[in-house]
């Protein structure tokens, strides 16, 4: 295992490359990590739909979503939330600050790209007819959920996601084995899955799918006959979560955990 002070030079190095790479490889990237946390957002919901007991539904979820995170860093691809480690670059002054916000504001637009295609790739391929549209009933009540949360609470749970995501991704940097790397990913995300904290790129897929769901009157009557509430569910509210989540995101993984551990290592 690296030590602490390896693992912030191995983040500041990948850092630099993360923020030299062109726009278009950006996106690309950023799309298909998109994909990727979408894909694990689909599993979760799936294999939760069936379930009455909500906190073995929830810890189900948690148990399968972590995939998502798995493929994004084992594969190579680029995810805005743990990007916000980049960071630590900045504040050591070997990053600038133009190129870290450029690499912010590219890989956020692929993710959400990513997410709207999985999105619609899911509504018109039939996967929410799974299990009598159960699928579509919980994707319904999920993004429901979702737009429900006021500005304060939203913010609140995108900082505690994030923490938690930049921790797994920074432990990932200190594992030398590919085991170490998938168990350092694997059980932080677990625990912000079921404790509910709030994830942007996830909610880029979860919210927009909610909302393809309810735009059918089949799956909408389901949901009602399940006694799922969902007048939340706009496009508004949807944007307005996505935002206070995102900087939510932003301030605990660039505020709290790159500062903190910067600040606690720094050479």
Not at 29 to 53: D, K, M, P, R
Not at 135 to 159: E, H, M, N, S, Y
Not at 219 to 241: E, P, R
Request: aromatic share 8%; with cysteine.
């Amino acid at each position: 295992m690296h030590s602490s002070v390896e693992t912030l030079n191995q983040i500041i190095e990948s850092g630099k490359t993360k923020v030299s790479m062109p726009c278009g490889k950006l996106l690309a990237l950023g799309i298909l990590a998109g994909i990727f946390i979408s894909v694990g957002a689909v599993a979760s919901n799936t294999v939760s739909s069936t379930i009455e007991n909500p906190a073995l539904a929830r810890l189900l979820s948690s148990l399968v979503f972590p995939a998502g995170l798995i493929m994004v860093v084992m594969a190579g691809s680029e995810l805005f939330t743990g990007n916000n480690l980049i960071m630590i670059g900045a504040l050591q002054k070997q990053i600038p600050i133009g190129g870290m916000l450029r690499n912010w504001a590219v890989v956020y637009l692929g993710n959400l790209l990513g997410s709207l295609f999985t999105a619609f790739l899911i509504a018109v391929s039939g996967q929410l007819n799974l299990f009598g549209s159960q699928a579509a009933v919980t994707t319904i009540r999920t993004a429901a959920a979702k737009c429900a949360l006021d500005i304060p609470q939203a913010f609140v749970l995108g900082i505690l996601c994030n923490i938690l995501v930049c921790v797994a991704v920074l432990m990932t940097y200190r594992s030398v084995s590919v085991t170490g790397k998938i168990a350092a990913l694997y059980l932080p995300i677990l625990v912000f899955v079921l404790c509910g904290f709030e994830h942007s790129v996830a909610n880029m897929y979860f919210i927009p799918a909610g909302l393809l769901a309810a735009a059918d009157p089949g799956y909408a009557q389901a949901a009602l006959s399940s006694g799922v509430s969902f007048d939340s569910l706009t496009v508004m509210n949807g944007i307005k979560n996505l935002i206070s989540v995102s900087l939510g995101n932003l301030a605990g993984g660039a505020g709290l955990v790159s500062c903190f551990y910067w600040y606690s290592y720094r050479r």
